[in-house]
T-cell receptor, first 111, second 114 residues
Framework: DGGITQSPKYLFRKEGQNVTLSCEQN?????MYWYRQDPGQGLRLIYY???????QKGDIAEGYSVSREKKESFPLTVTSAQKNPTAFYLC??????????FGQGTRLTVV | KQEVTQIPAALSVPEGENLVLNCSFT??????LQWFRQDPGKGLTSLLL?????REQTSGRLNASLDKSSGRSTLYIAASQPGDSATYLC?????????????FGAGTQVVVTP
């Protein structure tokens, strides 16, 4: 089945720790995106990538980093510089300007 | 900067009633608009995509209209069912940003009571 796979579903981070969220797609999409969702708020864009080895900052990139070494993979690292990382993280992909598809999300909690 | 608003934030209707969900945006220069459904704790499921040149798009019981000049889109769900209970989000892609970001509204939480 084609789709977007995010892992893990739940993730716990200790203070000062970096954690990496995985996003893999087998839809052959060029563009991939990371969004953050907080209760009662719309999704906010963290990073996006149009092609391999290239990515752009979104509206709230501070404290996050990404890589795009393969077309199908777009991992997100939440660094210790992100002071309020507890949120629901969603990965998406699309062809150029076309319908976007989302993964099932990763819920990150600081412990 | 594009701003997307969804009013009301929450809506409760009895089963069988038609649902009308509103989405407004401040910049009419859009490339397309997409409606999504989100169940609690889950990712987003795409419902409909409307290109800027289209006036409406239909899929089963769902119909979405787009009035670009007034900055509005409406999602109609006919003959609502309890399984339609979810949060519905709209998102727009700017006309100069066809590769890039979707700007989201905060969503409308819908409850359909049996």
């Amino acid at each position: 089945d084609g789709g977007i796979t995010q892992s893990p579903k739940y993730l716990f981070r200790k203070e000062g720790q970096n954690v990496t969220l995985s996003c893999e797609q087998n839809l052959n999409h060029d563009a991939m995106y990371w969004y953050r969702q907080d209760p009662g708020q719309g999704l906010r864009l963290i990073y996006y990538s149009q092609i391999v080895n290239d990515f752009q900052k979104g509206d709230i990139a501070e404290g996050y980093s990404v890589s795009r070494e393969k077309k199908e993979s777009f991992p997100l690292t939440v660094t210790s510089a992100q002071k309020n990382p507890t949120a629901f993280y969603l990965c998406a992909s699309s062809f150029m300007g076309a319908e976007a598809f989302f993964g099932q999300g990763t819920r990150l909690t600081v412990v | 900067k594009q701003e997307v608003t969804q009013i009301p934030a929450a809506l409760s209707v009895p089963e069988g009633e038609n649902l009308v969900l509103n989405c407004s945006f401040t910049d009419s220069a859009i490339y397309n608009l997409q409606w999504f459904r989100q169940d609690p704790g889950k990712g987003l499921t795409s419902l409909l995509l409307i290109q800027s040149s289209q006036r409406e798009q239909t899929s089963g019981r769902l119909n979405a209209s787009l009035d670009k000049s007034s900055g509005r889109s409406t999602l109609y769900i006919a003959a609502s069912q309890p399984g339609d209970s979810a949060t519905y989000l709209c998102a727009v892609r700017g006309a100069t940003d066809s590769w890039g970001k979707l700007q989201f509204g905060a969503g409308t939480q819908v409850v359909v009571t049996p």
